[in-house]
């Protein structure tokens, strides 16, 4: 077996299945309650799972959309730190209640636009209906924006 179709074979795992699994020890080691986070990080190796089998039915080559996963990931990178700096010049002056549930709706609307806006370009871009169904699942912008919520809430509790 050739390092490419190892790779094409393993890919959805190698996304989501390591990541997940610390998000679930790091929120099954925390002392509180989090069963919405804990539903989340769940989804996600779901997703991955889902996704490995059905690579591995498929047998398709998920190698040629790397490229284009790589630049969907800078482009979301961008956008975020775009958005951060600009919330967070903003927040001093003109959301002083940043605890507001507008507020945190905008944030999380931020959050996950750039995984909205990959899993629509994916719809379109690939060309095998499983190539969609399995590049939708393990897309890694929405994975980084799921892993981003739930790290940002993880943190947001340690004392200060």
Known sequence: MNLKKLFSNLYPLAVTLPWYLLLLLLLHLDRFDWTGLKIL??????????AEIMQLRAQNDLTVYLKKTGISIVLAAGFWLLCTGTQQMYDR???????KDSVILFRRIL???????????????AKKPTEKITLILTNPVTHLAVWRLILNTLLSCLPT
Do not use: Q, R
């Open 93 to 99: 002056d003109h959301f002083g209640f940043w605890l």
């Open 111 to 125: 959050l996950f636009l750039p995984a909205a806006a990959t899993s629509v370009y994916w719809l379109i871009a």
């Open 41 to 50: 990080a769940a989804a996600g190796m779901t997703a991955g799972i889902l």
